[in-house]
Structure formats: structure tokens, C-alpha cells
């Protein structure tokens, strides 16, 4: 069964300078207890689609639009994100969907102590009293690993350190166990030694919870330990869909196989990194045909002037190329 | 903690000592004769007279004997007695205090509301009506001088058509009926009352809000209700112009903060939560928003008793700045001298509580 179907998500932004379609079409699904993860490069819409999951885009800027956007609670019912009001995702947000964000540091209220924070999820959707939310909290806390919760719901942010805000975000988001956790870069900001422990924590808490995972990062490594299904976004656009093995090991669009020639190995001496040529393009300014097409090594005639469709490869496997492997690299 | 508050306070000291050692030095550089005031009465060809006045009044010690002798008298808050008013200096300056306080706090009272209410609407429909306006209006309130306008308006709503007086701060003389019993009384209660929400509440609020509260319903108590009529009428037009300029400015504070604030990350957060809108903006938003506000407020209390030289000068309003001015220009030396001092003072103090008002608002403010 599924947690979330989007079909045919658009999302578009007005800017001073005239709209940018920041999402042109992009279908996803999660079913329950699943993993799934969208990478991509920076500005390539996958930050906005985890927003317009839980309708926290404002309209203007920005406005979504999708042929199908359902998501279905714990209890079964169904729910259209697009045709809810503010006063009916505040139900929605916490207790069936929440997220976590990039950077710790600056995702966390400057001037309130962190018991005040996290107090409040339980204060305004479980209606408890102040003692009693901070007992949960506390609980919250220890269930994070979160070293003498007690004197640490009485600091600031400012006074811990960014793993420790992270598990505070963590904790806050699955406070009420929602069904779908989304994780925008979760482990961006932190130290490298430290998102190990964050990734893990993700992972025990979304297995305990039974929760979905939606975890947006451009991090392959990430997409290796946290994920069982893999959207490949670039340009507003999903080019490559698949299993993380799959994906990982025999890739189909040639922006995947960039992106994981770039990841440099661990015992291989190198002399300079891979790199895929040129920058990604500006989204009021996209190629014409494929949009990779001005840094793809393969690029024909044809793919510069048709935008591919999102083919079927069979194995629940697609790619937004007109060729297959065996035509290109593996000739 | 403690090592925060001594240093603040020796800073301060620090600098008023610099102002006081400013404050002797600089007016001997502009007056032409310190001495001159002594010489009322005196004819000018009695040259050994004045000389003998001088030397009575140690014009002709060294400078650094004056200056000591200065520190001396300051220590023990001997200002002199006011050559014009022949009166302690004091004394003149007390009564005119008040008068000040009552153009400057209620401008001040009325602003921050008005202000605040203003700013909030226009920062959170940012490019509506009430933004757009407030951006117009702050454009007006900068290129308009406020003393110009203040001409204007008594011309127009004193001469023309005689709605409001048009100087001074009361139909007949500047004595108020002030009961200092009943005044004590009342604000005892009041403080006690805050004192008491405070202990059951455990929120620093209430003191906050208990002192201002105690001290007006204290004043509004003492004096008779139809001097207080009579005081609000005359201050009425003076206090609007005041109003008006600083509705803007803090109204345009309010507002630049709200749209920086609504744009921070932990906003985001905040909504991703599930709060209501109304807890997001008042809970999360506003609290961050205010904090500029803070310091803004705390640096104009200082003006709050020095009160403002034009606007009381235009409207004859018997305040601290026309009394200032008045000194200036009857080279009546220890009162300008004193009054000097004084803003310094309260300059510095009201720095000092700022700085302590915001710490505890802001908690990322290290206390070192």
C-alpha cells in the first residue's frame, strides 16, 4: 500500500525576473515502511518537492500543481495535500508527516530553550499540560540518545553542538511517530564523523516507528545506507528510477553515471577528480531538448533538440534517455 | 554571570568620567568668560571689583585646581545655585523634569503601540496597502523636518482654527496639585501587586510591566483629574508630531525585522511542527522580530527626560530643553553645565539597562 502518489507534479515560482519551473512533472511513490530517496544536484527542485509534501510552499511565490497528490494516514483515509487548508495540514504536519532539515544550527529557534521547543509538538497536537509535554520530551530526548536530557531542555541552541541540534530536529520531527519522514540533507552540516551516527539514528527511528522515508540528498554514500528506492533528479525533471543496487551498479541515464564516476574511491590514488563538465543550467534558461544534453558525453543531434520521455526498462527500472547502456558506454 | 555586571559597571563609570572631564573643559572653550555671570549689577569700568569677584570665586586658580575643585563639588552633587533663576540647581532642574516627561514618555507610549501594531501588519502582508503606506509615509517623515511640521501645525491648528493652544503646558501657571501621599500609596499597591504576579507566575514580565504601570496610575491618582485634562490638551498637538514620526520609524523597524525573521530557517521548522499560524507569528516570529526594537527603545529613553529642545522651543513647553537653551543663552554656566551632566548620566544608565534588558531577552548575547 502506498504512504504517497504524486503524479505529475509541477511546481512553479514567480520571481521578479519572470516564472521559474522549479518541478516540471515528477511522479513518486512511497509505500509504507519504504525507503526512498531523490538525488541530485544542488537546484534541481528535489529541496521544493519535500516541501510541497507537507504544503509548507506559500502561495505566491509559489504555486503546485499535480494530476494526483494523495497522501494516506495511519488510520487509511486519504488525503488530497493540494486541496487541504492551512487549518487541515496543521493536523496533518507532526502527526502523519514531518520533516528534518539541513542545518541544525539555523533550523532551531535562537531565543528558545530546547525544552520550550520541543514541548510544543506535544502542547499543540496532543493538548498536554506544560509538565506533561516536558516529560515526553525528555523521553523524546533519551530515545535520540541525547546525553542528560534534563539540563539540556534548559539550554539554548547556541550552546550545543550541531549533532546534538540534529537529534533535537530528529526527535522533535518524530515526536508523534508520523508515517512518512521527510529528510531534507540530514547530514549536510555535520562533521563526517558525526553523520554516520545521524544515518543511523534516522534508520532505527523510522524502523521502530514503522515510519516511510523520504531522504533528499546528493550524497550517493547517503543513498547507499538509507535507501531501497532511488529517484535521480536533474532540472526539475526525474531522468532515472530504480532500486539503490540497481542504480548504483549498472546505471541507465548518463547524468547517473557522472554522478557516481565523481564519487573518487577510497584506495585508488588519484589525480584529479572526475567532474561532469559545465554547470547546471539556469532554470529560467534549460536546454532545449534533453536538459542534460549540454553536459552529457554522449549527446546527439536528437537529444538536442526533443526532450526525451521517461521510458519504461522493464524491472521497474526507467530512464529519461533514448539509449540504453549497451549503446553508449558499455559499446 | 557576576563578572558580566562589574564589568559593564566599571565601563560605565569609565565613561562618565570621560564626559564629566568633557563636560568642564568643553564649555570653558565656547563661553568667552566663566566669570561673566558673576558680574550682574557689576558696572564695567569697576575693574577691581570684578577682579575681587573673580578671585572669590576661584576664576583665576590654575585649570587643573578648578577642575579638581569641580570632580570635588560633583562627588558631593553640589551643582551650585542657577544665576538667573537664583535658585539651586536642582531645584530648577526638578521642576522641569516632569514637564519633559510628560511630552517625551507619552509620545514615546503612544509610538511603540501604534508603531509595533502597524509595523506587524505591514511586515506580514508584505507589497499590500499598509506596506505600501508605511514605506510612502516613512519617505514624508524623513524629508520633513519634525520642527517644520511642528510650525506648521500650530499655525494651522492653533492660529487658523484655535483648536489647540498654541504654547505653554497649562491654562495658568506650571504648578500641578500633587498629593504625594495618595501617589505613594498608589504605587506601593501597584508594585505589590505586580511583586505578587510575579512570585505566583514566576514571569519577569510582570516586573517589568509593573513598574511603568505603578508609577502612571500613581501619578494619575495624585493629580486632579481636570489639571490632567488641562495638561493632555495643551500636550496634545506637540505629542501628535512626535507621534507621527515615530510610528514611522518604528513601525519600519518592526516591519524589516518581521520579513527578515518570517525568512529564517527555524520558521520553517516551526510550521513543519503543525503550530497554528497565530502561535508561529506571535510564539516564533514576533519574538525574534522585537529584539532590534529592544535596543532602538532602550536608546531613546535616554531622551526621554532630556526631552526635545525644538518641539518644547516651538511650543514653549517649560521642559528640560528649553531650559537648556535657556541657560545657554543667559551664560547661566553651572545649570547648562548640570543639565549636560545629567543627559550623560541617564545616557549612560539607560545604555547600561539596555544592555541588561536585552541579555535576557536574547540568551545568544555571551556573558562575558
Not at chain 1, 16 to 36: H, K, L, N, T, Y
Not at chain 1, 98 to 104: G, H, R, S, V
Not at chain 2, 166 to 171: D, F, H, K, N, V
Request: glycine share 6%.
Amino acid at each position: 500500500m502506498n504512504v504517497l502518489d504524486i503524479k505529475d507534479l509541477k511546481i512553479i515560482f514567480r520571481t521578479g525576473d519572470g516564472f521559474v519551473r522549479a518541478v516540471e512533472g515528477v511522479d513518486i511513490s512511497i509505500r509504507e515502511g519504504e525507503r526512498v530517496a531523490i538525488v541530485g544536484e544542488s537546484g534541481c527542485g528535489k529541496s521544493v518537492t519535500g516541501l510541497s509534501c507537507m504544503g509548507l510552499l506559500t502561495t505566491p511565490p509559489a504555486y503546485v500543481t499535480a494530476r494526483e497528490f494523495t497522501f494516506v494516514s495511519r488510520n487509511g483515509e486519504k488525503h488530497n495535500i493540494l486541496e487541504k487548508t492551512e487549518n487541515e495540514m496543521l493536523r496533518l504536519r507532526a502527526e502523519e508527516m514531518a520533516m528534518i532539515f539541513q542545518d541544525p544550527s539555523t533550523f532551531l529557534n535562537p531565543v528558545m530553550t530546547i525544552g520550550e521547543q520541543l514541548d510544543e509538538v506535544f502542547v499543540y497536537h496532543m493538548g498536554l499540560k506544560p509538565k506533561q509535554a516536558r516529560e515526553r520530551s525528555i523521553e523524546m530526548m533519551k530515545k535520540v540518545g541525547i546525553p542528560d536530557p534534563e539540563m539540556r531542555a534548559m539550554q539554548y541552541p547556541h550552546e550545543l553542538s550541531g549533532g546534538i541540534k540534529q537529534r533535537i530536529l530528529i526527535a522533535m520531527a518524530t515526536s508523534l511517530s508520523p508515517r512518512l519522514l521527510i529528510a531534507d540533507e540530514p547530514t549536510t552540516a555535520l562533521d563526517v564523523t558525526i553523520q554516520a551516527q545521524i544515518l543511523n539514528l534516522i534508520s532505527e527511528r523510522c524502523e521502530k516507528e514503522k515510519m516511510s522515508l523520504l531522504m533528499i540528498t546528493h550524497d550517493l554514500g547517503v543513498v547507499r545506507e538509507m535507501a531501497d528506492r532511488v529517484y535521480v533528479m536533474y532540472c526539475g525533471k526525474i531522468v532515472e528510477e530504480g532500486t539503490v543496487d540497481e542504480i548504483l551498479t549498472s546505471p541507465r541515464h548518463p547524468y547517473t553515471k557522472a554522478l557516481i564516476d565523481t564519487v573518487p574511491g577510497m584506495d585508488e590514488k588519484v589525480e584529479r577528480f572526475v567532474q561532469i563538465p559545465h554547470n547546471v543550467p539556469h532554470p529560467m534558461n534549460k536546454p532545449q531538448g534533453c536538459y542534460f544534453s549540454n553536459r552529457c558525453a554522449y549527446c546527439t543531434e536528437l537529444c538536442r533538440t526533443k526532450q526525451p520521455p521517461l521510458y519504461d526498462r522493464g524491472n521497474g527500472r526507467k530512464s529519461r534517455c533514448y539509449f540504453r547502456p549497451e549503446e553508449l558506454w558499455e559499446k | 554571570m557576576k563578572g558580566y555586571y562589574l564589568k559593564k559597571v566599571l565601563s560605565s563609570l569609565f565613561v562618565l568620567f570621560i564626559i564629566i572631564t568633557l563636560n568642564f573643559f568643553l564649555p570653558r572653550m565656547i563661553f568667552s568668560d566663566p566669570a561673566q555671570p558673576y558680574f550682574a549689577g557689576v558696572p564695567e569700568d569697576a575693574v577691581a571689583l570684578r577682579e575681587q569677584i573673580r578671585e572669590a570665586n576661584g576664576f583665576n586658580d590654575p585649570l587643573i585646581v578648578q577642575y579638581l575643585d569641580y570632580l570635588g563639588r560633583i562627588a558631593t552633587l553640589d551643582f551650585g545655585e542657577s544665576h538667573y533663576y537664583k535658585e539651586s540647581v536642582w531645584k530648577v532642574m526638578f521642576s522641569r523634569i516632569p514637564w519633559s516627561m510628560v511630552l517625551t514618555v507619552s509620545s514615546m507610549v503612544f509610538s511603540l503601540i501604534f508603531g509595533i501594531i502597524f509595523g506587524a501588519v505591514a511586515g506580514k502582508k508584505r507589497d499590500r496597502a499598509a506596506d505600501k503606506t508605511l514605506l510612502a509615509l516613512s519617505g514624508v517623515t524623513t524629508a520633513i523636518p519634525s520642527f517644520w511640521l511642528a510650525l506648521v501645525s500650530v499655525m494651522l491648528f492653533a492660529f487658523t482654527y484655535k483648536i489647540f493652544p498654541y504654547r505653554g503646558a497649562m491654562t495658568a501657571g506650571y504648578t500641578l496639585s500633587f498629593n504625594g501621599t495618595v501617589f505613594l500609596i498608589v504605587f506601593a499597591c501597584v508594585i505589590a501587586l505586580a511583586i505578587a504576579l510575579k512570585l505566583i507566575t514566576k514571569k519577569t514580565l510582570f516586573i517589568f510591566a509593573g513598574i511603568p504601570v505603578s508609577l502612571a496610575a500613581g501619578i494619575f491618582a495624585a493629580v486632579p483629574l481636570a489639571d490632567i485634562a488641562d495638561v493632555a490638551y495643551h500636550a496634545a498637538l506637540p505629542v501628535m508630531i512626535a507621534v507621527f514620526s515615530g510610528v514611522i520609524s518604528y513601525a519600519l523597524l518592526v516591519r524589516n525585522s518581521m520579513i527578515a525573521v518570517t525568512n529564517e530557517d527555524y520558521i520553517l521548522t516551526a510550521r513543519a511542527k503543525g503550530l497554528p499560524p497565530s502561535v508561529v507569528l506571535y510564539k516564533h516570529t514576533f519574538r525574534n522580530a522585537l529584539l532590534p526594537l529592544i535596543t532602538n527603545v532602550g536608546m531613546s529613553m535616554a531622551g526621554l527626560m532630556g526631552g526635545s529642545v525644538l518641539t518644547e522651543k516651538i511650543f514653549s513647553w517649560p521642559g528640560m530643553g528649553q531650559l537648556l537653551l535657556d541657560a545657554c543663552n543667559n551664560g547661566d554656566y553651572l545649570l547648562s553645565q548640570a543639565i549636560l551632566l545629567l543627559f550623560a548620566v541617564i545616557t549612560v544608565v539607560c545604555n547600561f539597562i539596555t544592555d541588561l534588558v536585552y541579555h535576557k531577552f536574547d540568551p545568544r548575547i555571551k556573558e562575558v
